[in-house]
C-alpha cells in the first residue's frame, strides 16, 4: 500500500470516526443519567437523515405526524400521573410541550415540504421534529420504569429501537435516499481531497464537543445533568428532579442522532435500517469508555472509524466483523482490570 | 402557633417490616429537636419517609401543607432539606459546583448570597472550594453536605447522625454550628447515636426504641431521666465524651 490510499483511508476514518464520536457521547450521557442503554440512538440517526431528505425532495416526512402521535401519548401519560393533584399550570404547560408545539411543526413541515424548502429549513426542522420525538419516547417508553433495573430499560430500550424500524419502513419506504450536501464544493491539500460536507462533519463535531463541554462545565443545567449521572439520591436531596435531567440528556442524543444522520446522508445512501449499525459503531466506542468516560469515547471512536476504513480496503466483507471484534480484547483488559463485579443494587 | 413539621400516627415499612411504628412528633420553629436512639431504632428509616424518600402510612405536614402527595424534589422546595447518613455527594465534582447545585431551586440571584453565608459558617470549604468532594477528608464532606442542604435555604433541616465516623474535635464544630442555625432562624431535626451531646443542644427530645417512640419531652429533663441515663448516656460511642 502506498502513502496516499493509506492518508486516504485515514481521512475516511476520520470523518466516520467524528460522527461515531458524538453518537457514542450521546450514549455515555444518557446511559449515566438515565440508566438506558440506547438501542434506538440509531433510528434517531436514519429519522434526521431521512426527514432531511424527504423534506429536501419536496415529500412530506412521516415522522413530523410520528411527532405528533407521540406528543399526544405524552400528554395523556402527564394528565394520568397528575390525576389526582391537577391544577391549571400544569395542564397548560403539559399541552404546549406536547401537543402545541408538535402541531405547530407539523403545519410548518406541510408548508415548507409542498414548496421544497432550502438546506437551512430542512435542517431545523428534521432536527425540531426528531428532537421531539426522543423527548416524548422518554416520557412515554421509559420515564414510568425510571425506579427499574438496567436489564428492564434495556428491554424497554430494545422494544422501541423495533418499534421505531418499522416506522421507519413504513414513513419512509424500503428505497434508500440521499440528501444534498450541507456544504458543496471542495480543496485539495497535497494528495487529498477535502469535500465541503467532511469539513462540515468535522467543524460541526468539533463544535458540538466544544459546546458539550461548556454547556456540562458552565451552565447551571449541565452541572445538574452530571450531578444526576453521579449521585440520584444527592440531585433529588437537591431538588433536581431525575425527570427533568432525563429529559435534557434525550433531547440531547436525538438532536445528535439526528445531526450525524444529516451530516451522513449526503455522503452515503441511508436506508430506513441503516442507522442500526451506525449506532453500534458509537456503542462500540461507548463501552471502550466503560460507558462512563467521555475523552476515551472520543477517542475510541476515531479508532473504530480507522479500523473501519482500512478493513473495507483490506478485506471489505469482514469490515462489520472487525470492527465489532475490537470489543473482545477491551472487555477482557477490562475484566481483568475490575476482577470483582458488583451487584447492581436496587 | 403551629408545628413546622408535624407527623402524626406514622408507620413505614419494608415490605411485612414495619420499621416505623405509630410515631407521632413536632418541630417548632427555631427548634432543635433531637431523635435518640440505638443503632437500628428506626431513626433514619424516619427521616427517609419524612423527605419523601421511602412511603409513609400516616400524616405529615410541613408549614400547615399535606406532604403526601409531593415527591422529594417539592418537599425540597418547600423548604425541607435532609443531609443523609451517607452524605450523597457528588463525589467527581468540586466543592462550589455542590454548594452551587444545592442552590437549584432557588432564584440565581440569591445563590450567590446564599453561598456567602455558607462559606462564613463553614470556612474550611471555602479554603478548599475548588477542591473535588470526593478528595475532602470525613468531616470536610459532612461539611459540605450540610453546607449543600443550606444552600437550599431550608426552613427545617433534618441531620442523620452528622457526627458518625468523625473526629471530636470535628463533632464539636458541627454541633457548635447546630446552634448556630437555631439563631439565624432554621429549624434541625438531629438524629444521632452521640445522645449525650444531641442532648446538651436540643430543646426537645424524642427516645426511640424498636421503630416506637418509648419517651419523649424537653431535652434536659429527658437527659435526666434515668433510664435513659443507663441506656444511651452510659454506653456512648468515642466521640462523645469531648462534648
Known sequence: MNTTIMLFLVQDGITNGAIYALLGLALVLVFAVTRVILIPQGEFVTYGALTYASLAAGQMPGTAKLALALGIGAFVFDLFVARKALHGRLVVRSLVTNIVLPAIVLALTIYFAAQKPPVAVCIALSLVIVAMIGL?????????????????????????????????LLFFGAEGQRGPAVLSGSFTAGALRFTGQSITVYGITIAFIIGLWLFFGLTLYGKALRATAVNRLGAR????RTTLSGQIAFLLAS???????IMIVPITTLYYDSGFLIGLKGFVAAIIGGLVSYPLTAVAALVVGIVE?????????????????????????????????????? | MSALLSVADAHVAYGKVEAVRSV?????????????GANGAGKTTLLSAIMGILPLKGRVAFAGQDLSRLDIEDRVAMGLGLVPEHRELFVTMNVEDNLELGAFRIERSKAKASMERVYTLFPRLKERRKQLAGTLSGGEQQMLAMGRALMGEPKLLMLDEPSLGLAPIIVADIFRIVTELRASGVSVLLVEQNAQAALKIADQAYVMELGEFVLSGKASDIAANERVAASYLGFQHEGASVI
Open chain 1, 136 to 168: 416524548y419516547l422518554y416520557r412515554i417508553a421509559f420515564q414510568p420504569l425510571a425506579h427499574t433495573s438496567v436489564l428492564v430499560l434495556l428491554i424497554a430500550s430494545v422494544g422501541v429501537h423495533l418499534a421505531l424500524q418499522g416506522l421507519g
Open chain 1, 237 to 240: 436531596l437537591a431538588g433536581i
Open chain 1, 309 to 346: 476504513a482500512f478493513s473495507s480496503f483490506y478485506a471489505s466483507n469482514y469490515k462489520e466483523v472487525i470492527v465489532f471484534m475490537l470489543l473482545i480484547p477491551v472487555l477482557l483488559l477490562r475484566s481483568l482490570a475490575a476482577p470483582a463485579v458488583e451487584e447492581e443494587k436496587d
Open chain 1, 255 to 261: 438532536v445528535i442522532g439526528a445531526l450525524s444522520g
Open chain 2, 24 to 36: 407521632s412528633l413536632e418541630v417548632g420553629a427555631n427548634q432543635i429537636v433531637t431523635i435518640v
